[in-house]
């Protein structure tokens, strides 16, 4: 991932492994990070294992409907 110039990133399913993973990457490339995922309690671990969490955002997503909409077109 060297070559990623962006600043942001937003991961969903961040709490799964794959996409835990990926956060954890983005975030050790100083890349701000927005992670969503279903588990709230998974974010917040996440977000503890992350360290500062501070510089990071983490949101828990119920089946919220524009959400579930914008990801299913």
């Known amino acids: 991932m060297e070559m990623m110039t962006m600043k942001r990133a937003m991961v969903v ?3 799964g492994g794959t996409g835990a993973a990926i ?4 975030i050790r490339q ?5 992670a969503f995922g279903r588990s709230g309690q998974k974010l917040e671990l ?3 294992n992350l360290g500062n969490p501070a510089q990071q ?3 828990h997503c119920r089946r919220k409907r524009p ?4 990801a299913s077109n």
């Open 57 to 59: 955002r983490f949101e």
């Open 23 to 26: 956060t954890e990457e983005l």
């Open 46 to 48: 996440l977000a503890k």
């Open 30 to 34: 100083g890349i701000e990070t927005i």
């Open 67 to 70: 959400v579930y909409s914008l």
């Open 13 to 15: 399913g961040a709490t």
